[in-house]
């Protein structure tokens, strides 16, 4: 075991963004020193992540094998609520690896941002893009459900404070507490299912990789499924996406909500939700479908209507939102690996467009902005040749065969969601392309700030890069899922028999 | 030495000198010394009550409980008392009153002999204690007018007689009315009238629903006095209705069920009316109702004594912090759009109030967190009502402190800033926020205590 | 090393050099052209080596990329390069250094860059080898060509339909192609499986390069300066060639014929379109969309090698047309109005040049261009049969929209006055000779078909060369002595709205021109249904953008639609 190879590792992601929080706090006085340290800090956990990232053990080793969902690396264990109940337990995953990542980079991101919303409160802001980085780490680190909705609430809580702190003095919409009501409501359905699956159990240890061995009740899945739903951006539950990145919101807090947000439910639901749901999963994923498939269309057609290109885009984040749950009700390795992997994709484009969009002076334009716009838009939307892609492959791929499996039948009505999902990907690209002659037409009177323009090419680049070399990204989750969806009940092709051609119980086999 | 009464003597000193200085020096004033002596004299004993915290069993002194359980009290009480006291020297130098300073003392003494007691009449003095002293506190004041003062009068009176008649009956018994006699006693019509009527009688102290219209009036006081007659009148009676469950005393045994029912009743009530108040001192008194009733579904669940303590000093601490942003005279006090003014007293007033709503990161997440998983062990049908009740606790106080953050500059002029109130409100805040993030000591020294000695 | 083990790796250095081309960071004008011709150059000559080296298919090793769970490896990023390919990726190149040299000078370094990053993202789409490789560089090229036309204010939204529809049959065919799906499509064999592919391949190559029902989405196009418009429709012309050349490869494609000739309606519709339009770069613009659909249905009816020289002919002449008719436009007075075409040739001698390669190129004269591979066709079917008149005739479909564009704006006595002066129609030497030169090495290129013995019969070239006489003189004939057309036209309120349609003559029935028009109208009804289909999403947007305004309705029909949903799922 290397020197880095601790446990420690995991307590410094959370603990470097949470001490950095304390300490912008307490230099708000001195910008100069404040912005600084801040940056150096950020980096510091960029740096951290990417020694997590370097000691993972991928493929798997058989050491690093434990309990018989994902598996865990670095656990570490520590009494948080109390210390005679079972202690909760931090790891790492494959699943929450890139998040982990992800979340480093965009805080990096968001710290820079921040520039463009002026100096006002620019202490406070910044004091509040760590502490959702150290609540977001907690959350996603955490594999006990009480702790993971704790870290999710405070989350919640601060990224609503930092979006509320915009530049604006006075947003027509109140983008926080559009953001804060669904979020808080995501952490509560948490909370309730993490505390009625342990009562259910030997009622001790709130831990996924104990609760999943016992019986869960319908109620609590119920409730991890909303969970996941209030995440996605689905219609008609969409109003955070659509309002709390837009009018008044601080552009780190755009940031954070359009690259974090997502990933984090998707995420902590794969690793937290779907292991305690199996039993209800035909019902769950059902409804998953429909309602992806249902919102995406409508997404793409409200958004081609849209004349104000941020509402535009912010509709074509909904109907996106819609393919990842396609793609999370397919009950596929392929469908399931390829929607968290979609949706990871998506992040730092999405974070980058909504803030470039909502900079967008409505007099400047350009042709060379017209090729950051066209390019942002490519990987937005997953096309080939971009990170997403790497997502929407197998999410096409699987959830066209694991719908076809699961009715039994060749004909497909049923299987409507892929083609809904396929339909919906190609004309979001020519819904969000449509407005590029708008801005190339316009003078260029002004020049995009240099922290928005880092985010485009940093989001861009990652892109680029995942794009053509997904394998590693892919590598981390597919080994999860596959354990995960192990032990769902899939239906089986002998199961979904034609009835002619069911074997028919011969009498004289009966005792 | 530690003597398990050394703060309770620390404190009976400290009542006695400072009765002893005022009634010398009358009619002379001498600013705000008093306030200051008062707030430095008791944390001496508070000092005494945290180094003996958790650190010895129950000791068996006649009628009295120096248990781990009383420890926890001790500590909240004596801290409720410190905090009261430094927002005393807040206050104008004209207006200190060695004899305030002298009767929040007894009250702190009084809500300690009530919460100790193992014979009912001593819980009676308790009780009797405190709200004499707080009451006669509010007279000396000279700001209550005479229908709220009336209606209070009027409850507490109410609930000393009903206190009385039922230790009455339940004397009829065996004449013994101490908590051991009790246990022995064998059941019958005069004991359960006197449970019920005893159990009445607190309910009335506490401000349980339907018992909490008394609370109305007050809520028109300055909030610091508010608070104290919440934190220091109501709060104790609680622990007493928690000794007189757990202790299986006649007439109490079936009582646990119905505990649960008050207080869901009491806790949904709060939250209905919660939703449409915008004033932050009724705020504040639906707070203590609905933390109430919380505690006492915690008590009625019977999963250990953490959850309805928690709640209690959530409830105690975010009253204390509040009352420093509500201690002016208005007719209403919103306190909306403070965070334009007053942005780090904003920034305490909302964490008081997340954490009366249960939200991450503070402590109030943890009494919830204990309070649900007792009901999800006790059934799932309470459980999921209280849910839904913790969800609508939750929607009414962030939307409380998001119309202190995010609401425009209200007209209100806010309240005059004194570093003391500041101070207190602060510390306050930051007890929730340090003991929220990482609630392990707290909650382990609250489950190890048990409520029986 | 030796040059047919470098040949997959050839053309992999085409792709790298022309982007290293689009990329120049010199900010200087003068250094920046030298060192992108140079590179460009050094393309032309890979490109040339890829071809000598290819003598049969070949395909890089290549990298894994995508990866599908559980659906076995990883799909492979290499290429594949056969002589087709080759071919074609020489044609790129050479386009490409073509257009450098004409571009005008106010070109910015950013159109400049786009235009050779579309060159690189075509090349991909030609020699690669996976079907998702050539959508990533599909969608590349698509965002260059958008970007590129917004130099002028023109609507997009045709061409933003028509590149959805091309990316979403690739991705499709891609699907279908790796096994997804087979069951949607009822009880689908493996021979099924490569028809879906090969006709989602096919709309995806009409779609891409504006053949005919899509042929409005390159009207954008039709303002961009002549070198632009040259390499933009000569790109993708090329992609789509490399696209369908594919195709042919697939299964029992060979000889299917049937499907080859269905393609002849969208060039028989595109060149009415184009014989009845008045404008001079309209009517180039349908001419050309007559002029791919005729390349694919020459393309799935003879061998690939030879159907590889259609594409690389059409593609390398267009420079010269598209510089004719922008100095015809530009001396006309920018109307291009069809009663001023006319005796030209004394007052713009270079355009006429210009045109006339370009337009017996397309033609087939002999020995240019086409004739050869006319032949090829011809040589399908027997001599003095129906079979054989009739394909014999076929080719008039894009020779007669050529010759018309090329020959009557110089043919004749003058009917109008040239009005601008002569520096503003004068076409630099450089741009005079690459352009002629492209035209030159198109219209002989397929005489080195000769070379490899590729040769049709005796009846077959004969009766090429005498049906393009005769079309030639015809058409010389009825330029010099056609009416004037009407003014008066109008377009319907309908085709007003969902774009500008084809104007209706209002004197109808007046002789051949006016029967023309109203053909040409009756086939332009087709490019309606794409903006009724907007139409159609729009009124959809706008419905539920309605109902969601309105909370209570909005949470009724949430609630009934989730009910029903629940209940037909337990259904």
């Known amino acids: 075991m290397s020197g880095l190879d601790t446990p420690a590792l995991v307590i410094a992601v959370i603990g470097l963004p949470a001490v950095a929080a304390l300490l912008t706090l307490l230099t708000s006085a001195w910008p100069t020193v404040r912005r600084w340290m801040g940056v150096l800090l950020a980096l510091g956990q960029v740096v951290l992540v990417l020694g997590v990232v370097s000691v993972f053990d991928t493929p798997p080793s058989e050491r690093a094998a434990a309990g018989p969902l994902t598996i865990a690396q670095l656990e570490t264990a520590l009494p948080w609520m109390s210390t005679v109940e079972p202690p909760t337990r931090l790891a790492v995953d494959g699943l929450n690896l890139y998040a982990l990542l992800l979340l480093s980079v965009i805080s990096l991101l968001a710290l820079l941002t921040d520039l463009v919303d002026g100096p006002s409160r620019a202490g406070l802001r910044q004091t509040g893009i760590f502490g959702v980085s150290a609540a977001a780490a907690g959350f996603l680190l955490s594999r006990d459900l009480v702790l993971a909705a704790a870290c999710h609430g405070t989350t919640a809580l601060v990224l609503a404070l930092v979006i509320h702190m915009g530049a604006d003095a006075r947003p027509r919409r109140p983008a926080a507490l559009s953001f804060l009501v669904p979020g808080l409501l995501a952490s509560g359905c948490l909370w309730m299912a993490a505390i009625w699956c342990r009562s259910a159990s030997d009622g001790l240890s709130a831990s996924v990789d104990a609760l999943v061995i016992n019986v869960i009740p319908s109620g609590a899945v119920v409730l991890l499924t909303l969970f996941l739903i209030l995440h996605l951006p689905l219609v008609p539950l969409h109003r955070w996406q659509t309002h709390s990145c837009g009018e008044g919101a601080a552009y780190s807090g755009i940031l954070l909500t359009g690259g974090l947000w997502t990933i984090l439910g998707v995420s902590g639901w794969l690793r937290l939700g779907l292991p305690l749901s199996v039993d209800l999963f035909d019902d769950v994923a059902a409804l998953l479908r429909i309602w992806g498939g249902l919102s995406a269309l409508i997404a793409v057609a409200v958004a081609a209507i849209q004349r104000d290109l941020g509402d535009r885009l912010r509709w074509a984040c909904v109907g996106l939102a819609g393919l990842v749950a396609v793609g999370l009700g397919s009950v596929d390795l392929a469908a399931t690996s390829g929607a968290l992997l979609l949706c990871a ?83 979001l690209v020519g819904v969000l392309l449509a407005p590029v002659s708008g801005i190339a037409h316009r003078e260029q009177t002004t020049t995009m700030p240099w922290p928005l323009r880092l985010g485009l090419i940093v989001a861009v680049g990652v892109a680029l890069a995942t794009g053509w070399q997904p394998a590693p990204v892919a590598d981390w989750v597919v080994s999860d899922v596959k354990r995960i969806l192990a032990d769902a009940p899939l239906p089986t092709e002998a199961t979904h028999q034609p009835m002619d051609e069911q074997p028919v119980d011969d009498p004289e086999d009966a005792p | 030495m530690s003597h398990p009464l050394l703060p309770e003597v620390l404190l009976l000193l400290l009542i006695f000198v400072l009765a002893a200085l005022d009634a010398w020096m009358w009619p002379r004033r001498q600013g705000r010394g008093f306030a200051h002596a008062g707030f430095i004299g008791l944390l001496l004993p508070l000092t005494a009550a945290l180094a003996m915290w958790g650190t010895r069993a129950a000791s068996g002194l006649p009628w009295l409980a120096i248990d781990p359980y009383y420890e926890t009290w001790r500590v909240l009480l004596l801290t409720i008392g410190v905090l009261m006291a430094a927002l005393d020297a807040g206050r104008r130098p004209e207006a200190d009153d060695g004899a305030e300073t002298t009767l929040l003392l007894i009250a702190v003494g009084g809500g300690l002999v009530c919460i100790a007691s193992r014979h009912l009449l001593l819980t009676y003095a308790g009780l009797e204690i405190t709200a004499l002293a707080l009451l006669a506190r509010s007279v000396r004041q000279g700001h209550m007018p005479l229908p709220p003062l009336s209606r209070w009068l009027t409850a507490h009176a109410l609930g000393a007689a009903l206190l009385l008649i039922g230790i009455a009956l339940f004397a009829l018994g065996s004449g013994d009315v101490s908590y051991d006699a009790l246990r022995r006693q064998e059941p019958g019509p005069t004991t359960t009238a006197g449970g019920i009527l005893l159990a009445i009688a607190v309910c009335l102290r506490a401000g349980v629903a339907p018992f ?165 062990e006790f059934d799932e049908g309470v459980f999921v009502i209280a849910a839904v009740n913790v969800a609508l606790t939750a929607w009414v106080f962030v939307a409380a402190s998001g119309r202190v953050l995010f609401a425009p500059r209200a007209p209100q002029p806010p309240p005059p800033a004194r570093p003391e109130r500041t101070a207190v409100l602060v510390l306050a805040a930051g007890v929730l926020v340090l003991s929220g993030l990482w609630p392990a000591a707290l909650v382990d020294l609250m489950a190890a205590c048990d409520i029986v000695p | ?278 404008d001079l770069r309209r009517a180039q613009l349908w001419a050309w969309s007559s002029q791919l659909a005729f390349a694919v249905a020459l393309t799935l009816s003879t061998p690939a090698v030879i159907a590889a020289g259609v594409w690389v002919c059409l593609a390398l ?83 007669v929209p050529a010759l018309r564009l090329g020959l009557w704006p110089f043919l004749g006595s003058p009917r109008h006055s040239v009005l601008a002066p002569q520096e503003q129609t004068a076409v630099p030497s450089p741009v005079v000779a690459t352009v002629i030169f492209s035209a030159v090495i198109g219209g002989l290129w397929p005489l080195t078909l000769l070379l490899t013995q590729h ?100 949470a009724v029909l949430t609630t009934v639609a989730m009910v029903a949903a629940i209940l037909g799922g337990r259904l």
């Not at chain 3, 960071?25 to 590179?39: E, K, M, N, T």
Request: include cysteine; charge should be positive.
């Open chain 3, 1 to 278: 090393m030796t040059l047919t083990q470098m040949g997959p790796l050839l053309p992999i250095g085409v792709c790298a050099t022309t982007l290293l081309a689009a990329l120049v960071p010199v900010s200087a004008d003068g250094p920046r052209r030298v060192i992108q011709s140079i590179l460009l150059g050094a393309a032309l000559v890979g490109s040339a080596a890829g071809y000598v080296a290819t003598s049969g298919t070949l395909s890089s090793s290549g990298f894994g990329w995508l990866t599908i769970p559980g659906r076995g490896s990883a799909i492979l990023a290499n290429v594949y390069i056969g002589p087709e390919s080759a071919l074609l990726i020489g044609a790129i190149a050479l386009l490409t250094l073509v257009t450098r040299v004409a571009l005008p000078p106010a070109t910015t370094r950013l159109d400049a860059g786009m235009l050779f990053g579309a060159s690189t993202a075509a090349h991909v789409v030609v020699v690669g080898n996976h079907l998702l490789l050539r959508l990533a560089a599909l969608e590349w090229l698509l965002l260059s060509v958008l970007l590129l036309v917004l130099q002028r204010r023109a609507s997009i939204l045709g061409l933003l339909v028509a590149h959805r529809i091309a990316a979403g049959a690739l991705l499709l065919a891609a699907l279908i192609a790796g096994g997804w799906q087979v069951r949607l499509f009822g009880e689908v064999t493996g021979t099924d499986s490569v028809t879906w592919v090969a006709g989602l391949v096919l709309l995806a190559a009409l779609a891409l390069s504006g053949g005919f029902p899509f042929h409005r989405s390159l009207l954008p196009i039709v303002s961009l300066p002549a070198a632009v418009r040259a390499h933009i429709s000569g790109l993708l012309l090329l992609a789509a060639g490399g696209l369908v050349l594919r195709v042919v490869e697939m299964g029992d494609w060979t000889g299917s014929s049937t499907v080859g000739f269905g393609f002849i309606l969208p060039a028989l519709a595109a060149a009415i379109l184009s014989l009845a339009s008045t």
């Open chain 2, 212 to 376: 909490h219209g008394w609370l109305a009036p007050l809520t028109r006081r300055p909030g610091q006095e508010l608070t104290l007659i919440l934190g220091l009148g109501v709060v104790p009676a609680v622990a007493v209705m928690a000794r007189l469950i757990a202790d299986p005393l006649i007439g109490f045994t079936t009582l646990p069920k119905l505990l649960i029912i008050v207080g869901l009743l009491g806790a949904t009530l709060g939250n209905l009316l919660g939703l449409v108040q915008r004033d932050l001192r009724r705020l504040l008194a639906f707070a203590l109702i609905i933390h109430t009733g919380y505690a006492l579904m915690a008590i009625g669940a019977t999963g250990g004594p953490d959850a309805h303590l928690l709640h209690l000093t959530v409830a105690a601490l975010a009253l204390v912090g509040l009352a420093a942003a509500t201690e002016f005279r208005a007719e209403q006090i919103t306190a909306a759009g403070l965070a334009a003014r007053r942005p780090v007293l904003a920034a305490a007033v909302c964490v008081c109030l997340l954490s009366l709503a249960g939200v991450p990161p503070l402590l109030g997440f943890a009494a919830r967190t204990r309070l649900l998983s007792n009901l999800a």
């Open chain 1, 345 to 427: 994709a998506l992040g730092l484009p999405r974070a980058s467009t909504l803030c470039l969009v909502c900079w967008l002076p409505a007099e400047t334009g350009g042709r060379g902005l017209a090729l950051w716009w066209g390019v942002s838009v490519l990987a937005l939307t997953a096309v080939a040749g971009f990170g997403g892609f790497a997502g929407l492959l197998p999410l096409l791929t699987g959830g066209s065969h694991a719908i076809g499996s699961v009715v039994g039948s060749p004909v497909g009505p049923t299987a409507w969601p892929v083609w809904a999902c396929l339909l919906a990907s190609v004309a």
């Open chain 3, 455 to 554: 040769l049709p019969s005796t009846p077959a070239l004969g009766t090429v060369a005498a049906l393009g006489l005769v079309l030639l003189l015809v058409t010389g004939w009825v330029g010099r002595r056609r009416p004037d057309v009407d003014p008066e036209l109008s377009a319907s309120p309908l085709r007003q709205f969902v774009g500008d349609g084809l104007a209706l003559s209002n004197r109808r029935f007046r002789g051949v021109t006016g029967g023309l028009r109203q053909l040409a109208w009756l086939v332009d009804i087709v490019s309606l249904v794409p903006g009724v289909l907007v139409l159609v999403c729009r009124g959809v947007g706008w419905g539920v953008t309605w109902v969601e305004s309105r909370p209570l309705w909005w």
């Open chain 3, 317 to 399: 002449v267009r420079p010269a047309a598209a510089w004719a008719v922008d100095v015809v436009d530009a001396a006309l007075g920018d109307t291009a109005d069809a009663n001023r075409w006319g005796g030209l040739a004394a007052s713009l001698p270079v355009a006429c040049w210009m045109s006339v390669l370009a337009a017996v190129g397309v033609a087939g004269l002999p020995p240019w261009g086409l004739f050869i591979l006319h032949g090829h066709l011809l040589a399908t079917q027997p001599p003095a049969t129906p079979e054989f008149a009739m394909l014999a005739l076929l080719p008039a479909l894009v020779v």
